[in-house]
């Protein structure tokens, strides 16, 4: 890749911003960006240009031609032509994030439910990521994906997809902090790597260890070669944690799915519409994963493995959040594949959150239970 192309996209924005603040053109800002600069193997340029077109989306919502256009462009930087769509299309979902949950908007536009012009705006972006994804069914398997690893944090963002730890992280900073403060006195001393402290020990291994016992893993080491012979990164670290490489596994159609999960804003009517997003997005590639016939599972399988541990989590909103998801899954069991065992595990799931601590979702869980009985009664119970 050209020197050109790894461009600081922070002034090339700002450079951009200054010549188009006279345009009338909501895009030119977008415009000139993919003129100027190359997307198509910068992970940092798409991840800018797509952001900076979901702010136009929002800024603009109730215009459904811009926001048609808007998707045009997402459809070039996505492209398998520019090559292996999975990390961009995992950049472009994740920027579009806010107008899926829409969320995040400026505090002026601060509203008690979701608007018309909000909803239309989700719906139309929505459209164009099931319609991509159908046209490029790939996107629904896990690929592994050469990543650039940062020097402080990089292995971070493996786990964000798979648990909602990350989240639980975020609604205890204080204890990981002090958690944080032990690890660093620890290798000071001479000890650090020889304990494990859930995920987040394990992401700040330390290389004064020489092996982790019981572990079903090789270590990864930063700055010092590990025993890991497959690792491509421990050939060439020679003590330079910086410029690292490795591979991650991406799964860009799961990955948003769980983010709308564990982002979505905490409010009734914003969870009513997130977890009904999740269960369209389902519906609509269920038939295609099943004839890709994958070694993983069915999409809905590999959900359901999710919503599992979002049932049990230690944030009371994920617990709450999911008892929904569940109820909405088992009403439409059919057309998004829920196979039976799961399925049941799932009911299982629900009725154990009906003696939860936390009265909100015991209220929640004892509706959800009435509403699978429901479902159960009206049909469902082919699946059960």
């Given at each position: 890749?050209?020197?050109?192309?790894?461009c600081d996209m922070v002034s090339a924005v700002s450079d951009v911003s200054s010549d188009s603040?006279?345009?009338?053109?909501?895009?030119?800002?977008?415009?000139?960006?993919?003129?100027?600069?190359?997307?198509?193997?910068?992970?940092?340029?798409?991840?800018?240009?797509?952001?900076?077109?979901?702010?136009?989306?929002?800024?603009?919502?109730?215009?459904?031609?811009?926001?048609?256009?808007?998707?045009?462009?997402?459809?070039?930087?996505?492209?398998?032509?520019?090559?292996?769509?999975?990390?961009?299309?995992?950049?472009?979902?994740?920027?579009?994030?806010?107008?899926?949950?829409?969320?995040?908007?400026?505090?002026?536009?601060?509203?008690?439910?979701?608007?018309?012009?909000?909803?239309?705006?989700?719906?139309?972006?929505?459209?164009?990521?099931i319609a991509f994804v159908k046209e490029h069914p790939a996107l629904l398997c896990r690929r592994?994906?050469?990543?650039?690893?940062?020097?402080?944090?990089?292995?971070?963002?493996?786990?964000?997809?798979?648990?909602?730890?990350?989240?639980?992280?975020?609604?205890?900073?204080?204890?990981?902090?002090?958690?944080?403060?032990?690890?660093?006195?620890?290798?000071?001393?001479?000890?650090?790597?020889?304990?494990?402290?859930?995920?987040?020990?394990?992401?700040?291994?330390?290389?004064?260890?020489?092996?982790?016992?019981?572990?079903?893993?090789?270590?990864?080491?930063?700055?010092?070669?590990?025993?890991?012979?497959?690792?491509?990164?421990?050939?060439?670290?020679?003590?330079?944690?910086?410029?690292?490489?490795?591979?991650?596994?991406?799964?860009?159609?799961?990955?948003?799915?769980?983010?709308?999960?564990?982002?979505?804003?905490?409010?009734?009517?914003?969870?009513?519409?997130?977890?009904?997003?999740?269960?369209?997005?389902?519906?609509?590639?269920?038939?295609?994963?099943?004839?890709?016939?994958?070694?993983?599972?069915?999409?809905?399988?590999?959900?359901?493995?999710?919503?599992?541990?979002?049932?049990?989590?230690?944030?009371?909103?994920?617990?709450?959040?999911?008892?929904?998801?569940?109820?909405?899954?088992?009403?439409?069991?059919?057309?998004?594949?829920?196979?039976?065992?799961?399925?049941?595990?799932?009911?299982e799931g629900v009725l154990g959150c009906v003696l939860d601590p936390v009265s909100s979702v015991?209220?929640?869980?004892?509706?959800?239970?009435?509403?699978?009985?429901?479902?159960?009664?009206?049909?469902?119970?082919?699946?059960?």
């Amino acid at each position: 890749m050209d020197d050109d192309s790894d461009c600081d996209m922070v002034s090339a924005v700002s450079d951009v911003s200054s010549d188009s603040e006279q345009d009338d053109n909501p895009l030119s800002k977008v415009i000139q960006m993919l003129e100027k600069y190359n997307f198509k193997d910068n992970p940092e340029a798409v991840g800018v240009i797509t952001e900076t077109i979901a702010g136009v989306i929002r800024d603009n919502e109730s215009d459904t031609e811009l926001i048609l256009k808007s998707t045009e462009i997402l459809s070039d930087m996505a492209s398998p032509e520019h090559g292996p769509p999975h990390w961009r299309c995992a950049l472009v979902f994740r920027a579009l994030l806010p107008v899926i949950l829409m969320d995040n908007y400026p505090k002026e536009k601060t509203v008690a439910a979701p608007t018309a012009s909000m909803r239309s705006a989700k719906d139309i972006i929505l459209r164009w990521i099931i319609a991509f994804v159908k046209e490029h069914p790939a996107l629904l398997c896990r690929r592994l994906v050469e990543k650039d690893v940062e020097e402080d944090g990089g292995d971070d963002e493996e786990g964000e997809e798979e648990t909602p730890s990350g989240s639980e992280d975020e609604a205890d900073e204080g204890r990981g902090s002090r958690d944080q403060r032990q690890r660093k006195r620890r290798r000071q001393d001479g000890e650090g790597g020889k304990r494990r402290r859930g995920v987040a020990a394990a992401d700040d291994e330390s290389s004064d260890s020489d092996e982790e016992p019981g572990s079903g893993e090789p270590v990864r080491r930063r700055g010092k070669r590990g025993p890991a012979q497959d690792d491509d990164d421990s050939e060439n670290e020679d003590g330079n944690r910086g410029g690292r490489k490795k591979e991650v596994m991406m799964d860009p159609v799961m990955g948003l799915i769980q983010r709308i999960c564990t982002l979505c804003p905490e409010k009734k009517d914003w969870r009513e519409a997130a977890a009904v997003t999740i269960v369209t997005l389902l519906e609509s590639f269920a038939e295609q994963v099943v004839e890709l016939d994958l070694d993983e599972g069915t999409l809905t399988s590999r959900f359901a493995s999710f919503v599992e541990l979002l049932l049990t989590t230690n944030r009371a909103g994920f617990r709450a959040f999911a008892i929904d998801v569940v109820s909405v899954l088992v009403m439409r069991a059919e057309k998004v594949q829920l196979e039976k065992e799961t399925g049941r595990i799932l009911l299982e799931g629900v009725l154990g959150c009906v003696l939860d601590p936390v009265s909100s979702v015991r209220s929640k869980a004892i509706l959800g239970v009435g509403n699978l009985l429901k479902a159960l009664v009206m049909g469902a119970d082919d699946m059960m």
